[in-house]
């Protein structure tokens, strides 16, 4: 398990500081759980590396992910929702399928098909 430095990360509206064991976005504290902001340090550290569910699993976790275990995907479900709750118009961790998530702080887009063509 690699620690975790003291230094302080900055996206946007969003700092991870994680020698205070806190996310602020907008300077408000979120309610994050422990292993969701190890998570979210890791993948923020990462840069636009994209970190596989085994390393995020090894990081967090402390051991090796096994077959089968999905806790990643849920665990980074949450902390989507929470970003998405305190930061709306931002989104911050990406989904690359079959090789893991990347953050990315990027503004929010309506999805094509979630709009109509009039306007309507």
């Known amino acids: 398990m690699r620690p975790l430095a003291a230094t302080s990360i900055r996206a946007g509206r969003l700092e991870i500081r994680p020698e205070e ?3 602020l976005a907008d300077g408000h504290h979120l309610l994050l759980t422990a292993r969701e902001r190890d998570l979210l340090t890791h993948l ?3 840069g636009d590396r994209i970190l596989t ?6 990081a ?5 992910l096994r077959g089968g ?10 902390v ?10 931002c989104e911050f961790i990406h989904t690359h399928f079959g090789l893991g998530y ?7 887009r309506s999805h094509p098909f979630h709009t109509s063509a009039t306007g309507a």
Do not use: C, N
Not at 60 to 64: E, L, N, R, T
Not at 80 to 89: F, H
Not at 102 to 108: G, H, L, V
């Open 80 to 89: 989507r929702r929470k970003l998405a709750q305190a930061v709306p118009d």
């Open 69 to 78: 275990d999905r806790s990643i995907d849920v665990y980074v479900s949450r």
């Open 21 to 23: 064991h806190a996310v």
């Open 53 to 58: 569910r085994e390393e995020l699993h090894e």
């Open 60 to 64: 967090a976790w402390g051991s090796p």
């Open 44 to 46: 923020a550290r990462a």
């Open 102 to 108: 990347r953050f990315q702080p990027q503004p929010t």
